[in-house]
């Protein structure tokens, strides 16, 4: 059993910063890809962030470009995602995935394991 766990979701005002984690235990399985979505209430889930395991190439939506970083620790089986000057309208539950093969990075279609969600509310 392969199980994501992510940490480092909460509450914070506008302009602020979190940093988010998502370890991997369990059954070690080759990755390919490691995500992170975001679902906001009432909205379908949405991709966020993207990392390449083997060479680190990095992909993100449009609407966190500039703002936000992702990165890995390969040694350490886990994929961060930086977060600087949030704003409202990034509030959501936050969910890692990996993606064992090839496919859209920005697919959820993609990706073989999820992680249970953080919450992430930015006050205005």
């Known amino acids: 059993q392969v199980q994501l766990v992510e940490s480092g979701g909460g509450l914070v005002q506008a302009g602020a910063s979190l940093r988010l984690s998502c370890a991997v235990s369990g059954r070690t399985v080759r990755t390919f890809i490691r995500g992170w979505f975001r679902q906001a209430p009432g909205k379908e889930r949405e991709f966020v962030a993207a990392v390449s395991w083997n060479d680190g190439s990095t992909f993100y939506a449009d609407s966190v470009k500039g703002r936000f970083t992702i990165s890995r620790d390969t040694a350490a089986n886990t994929v961060y995602l930086q977060m600087s000057t949030l704003k409202p309208e990034d509030t959501a539950v936050y969910y890692c995935?990996?993606?064992?093969?090839?496919?859209?990075?920005?697919?959820?279609?993609?990706?073989?394991?999820w992680g249970q969600g953080t919450q992430v509310t930015v006050s205005s």
């Open positions: 995935a990996a993606a064992m093969s090839g496919g859209r990075v920005a697919s959820k279609d993609s990706y073989a394991y």
